[in-house]
Antibody, heavy 119, light 113 residues
């Protein structure tokens, strides 16, 4: 069955770089795009960026200067790196799947990883 | 970015009631080329990740009970939950995918009266 699972550090110091991994199973990264979405505690959802099935990427312009998304198709893993972290980057980070290949809506979600940025 | 405005922000209901959640977009989500509305609805229960309920404004995701009904077009959309059950208590989000970046509403919290 389709599964996504995020992993990475739960505590990061301000100004440092966040590195997260999304490990997927039940589908191929060459057939589906993967999106990162984050949710600050008690707040709404923010689309961060997508790595398309062809490996191209698009980012939220608000984060573009700090964010990069890559993948290793042989390991079924997608990587998020975001630098210059601030306390307002504290959030649950989710990876999700793009079912139609156009980055529209998101049908499967990981459990999320709570990342706290400490000053 | 397209702004999505949901109302109400919270709603207290009794089991068995029918509820309506509204979502308004700052520009039309109806694409004239295919007459589809680029809108989805998600349900997020406490401590869980969001779950896709509805896409293309009115198409239920596989396995979603038929008491969840999406409707609307253009800039005004509605999620109706008929005969609310205790398991439906959650936060509901609308999301547009007409333009990049996809954006979400702030959510509507469904609580038990």
């Amino acid at each position: 069955q389709v599964q996504l699972k995020e992993s990475g550090p739960v505590l990061v110091q301000a100004s440092e770089t966040l590195s997260l991994t999304c490990t997927v199973s039940g589908f191929s990264l060459t057939n589906y795009g993967v999106i990162w979405v984050r949710q600050p505690p008690g707040k709404g959802l923010e689309w961060m960026g997508i790595i398309w099935r062809n490996g191209n990427t698009d980012y939220n312009s608000a984060l573009k200067s700090r964010l990069s998304i890559n993948r290793d198709t042989s390991k079924s893993q997608v990587f998020l790196k975001m630098n210059s972290l601030q306390t307002d980057d504290t959030a649950i980070y989710y990876c999700t799947r793009d079912p139609e290949g156009y980055g529209y809506y998101f049908d499967y979600w990981g459990q999320g990883v709570m990342v706290t940025v400490s000053s | 970015d397209i702004v999505m405005t949901q109302s109400p922000s919270s709603l207290a209901v009794s089991a068995g009631e029918t509820v309506t959640i509204n979502c308004k977009s700052s520009q039309s989500l109806l694409y004239s080329g295919n007459q589809k509305n680029y809108l989805a609805w998600y349900q997020q229960k406490p401590g869980q990740s969001p779950k896709l309920l509805i896409y293309w404004a009115s198409t239920r995701q596989s396995g979603v009970p038929d008491r969840f009904i999406g409707s609307g077009s253009g800039t005004d959309f509605t999620l109706t939950i008929s005969s609310v059950q205790a398991e439906d208590l959650a936060i509901y989000y609308c999301q547009q995918y007409y333009d990049t970046p996809p954006t979400f509403g702030a959510g509507t919290k469904l609580e038990l009266k």
